[in-house]
């Protein structure tokens, strides 16, 4: 396996493989997302920012997986209620770093890679910044489109340190419903760890 790390504005060269895996994983539930390339590449525009990381994992020269985040003081705004319980909790929002996504080939899931990924950019972002923050989406138990035996995996967030706050975020994407596709508000929960 080899791991490369791409930074500030090389994150670039490798956002394609970011956008066609949030595109092709994403569509799963609790998700459902049903973006485009076109949304992807606006979506892009939040890593151009100074601080923005995305660390891959190939196998025999195939991108299997991948990890990005950048500075969270880049997505102020999203949430006045989450920035103020940040800010009581005493962090600074330049203190703060956003971790966006790990995402695996699902063949290469639950081998201690997404752990790794994570680690790595942890070991990165450690030296500048105080605190890492990623977010889940969650859907209600009783979701009409929640697979049978799905499980949230909080414990996973909670496994790592992570401390859920109380607020949380609400974005609209299209999703993907049994009964078809609409822009729906999805809930989000924040989940931040001192590092």
Do not use: H
């Not at 949304?39 to 195939?62: D, N, R």
């Not at 977010?135 to 992570?162: A, C, M, Q």
């Amino acid at each position: 396996m080899e791991y490369k790390v791409y930074r500030d504005e090389n994150t670039i060269e490798k956002f394609q493989f970011l956008a066609e895996m949030r595109l092709k994983e994403f569509a799963k539930f609790p998700y459902l997302y049903q973006g485009s390339m076109a949304e992807e590449k606006e979506y892009a525009k939040e890593y151009q920012v100074p601080g923005a990381i995305l660390i891959t994992c190939s196998v025999a020269g195939e991108d299997i997986g991948v990890i990005s985040g950048y500075p969270y003081q880049y997505n102020q705004g999203k949430s006045a209620k989450v920035e103020v319980e940040l800010a009581t909790m005493g962090m600074a929002m330049d203190e703060i770093y956003y971790i966006g996504e790990v995402i695996l080939i699902e063949k290469y899931r639950n081998q201690g890679i997404g752990k790794q990924l994570e680690k790595m950019l942890v070991d990165i972002i450690k030296k500048e910044y105080k605190y890492a923050l990623v977010i889940t989406v969650e859907r209600s138990l009783d979701d009409p489109d929640r697979p049978e035996g799905y499980r949230y995996k909080n414990g996973l967030r909670e496994g790592t340190g992570f401390k859920r706050l109380q607020n949380e975020i609400v974005y609209s994407w299209p999703v993907k419903r049994k009964s078809g596709i609409s822009e729906e508000e999805n809930v989000v929960s924040v989940w931040v760890k001192n590092i």
